[in-house]
């Protein structure tokens, strides 16, 4: 579809969005990656968006620890993400196997070396075609500004660093 191959090449930041969720089996993280992640909607209140499929299995899950007053941790993936932004994609059973992680007291679950991360709760939420788009809005953030991000380019990881001919 020359649609979706436009879409496509237009560059954009990987983010992994996770909370620890009671799934039924005790609480466990649960992730959603997302290449839709936009920063800047709004200055006050701080918000940030993303979009999400209505065919995601992942973020019911989330929206409803959400909902239950959980916080969501925005993670924005680094060059360093490349393997792991692919496994926290798949339909593994343990897509945290061997990532490591951090989880704060609301829930919130952030990966290690993330260039930004940012705690966030559901502002809003509203369809968009075959997508929700969702405003979350900030509670708190930091940054790794030497840490170079991950790209998600003509469908598939770029980094930003050259790298060596060889």
């Known amino acids: 579809m020359a649609l979706r191959t436009t879409f496509a090449l237009f560059p ?3 983010a992994a969005l996770s909370a620890v969720v009671d799934t ?10 997302a290449s839709s992640f936009q920063v800047g909607i709004s200055l006050d209140p701080p918000l940030v968006l993303f979009a999400v499929q209505h065919t995601s299995t992942s973020w019911p899950k989330l929206k409803t620890a959400a909902d239950a007053g959980g916080r969501i941790g925005v993670s924005v993936l680094g060059e360093a ?8 994609a798949s339909k593994a059973a343990d897509r945290f196997a061997g990532i490591e992680t951090t989880t704060t007291d609301s829930g919130a ?13 559901i502002h ?24 170079e ?7 598939g990881f770029r980094t930003l660093t ?3 001919a060889g």
């Not at 609480?27 to 990656?33: F, K």
């Not at 393997?83 to 926290?88: F, N, V, Y």
């Not at 991000?149 to 469908?155: A, D, E, I, T």
């Open 12 to 14: 954009t930041g990987v």
């Open 24 to 33: 039924g089996n005790g609480p466990e993280p649960v992730v959603l990656v």
């Open 81 to 88: 993400h490349d393997l792991a932004a692919r496994q926290l």
């Open 109 to 121: 679950h952030f990966i290690h070396g993330a260039p930004v991360w940012i705690e966030a709760s």
């Open 124 to 147: 809003s939420q509203f369809p968009a075609g075959d997508h929700d788009v969702v405003l979350l809005q900030v509670h708190a953030a930091g940054t790794a500004p030497d840490t």
């Open 149 to 155: 991000p991950l790209v998600w380019h003509s469908s």
């Open 162 to 164: 050259p790298r060596p």
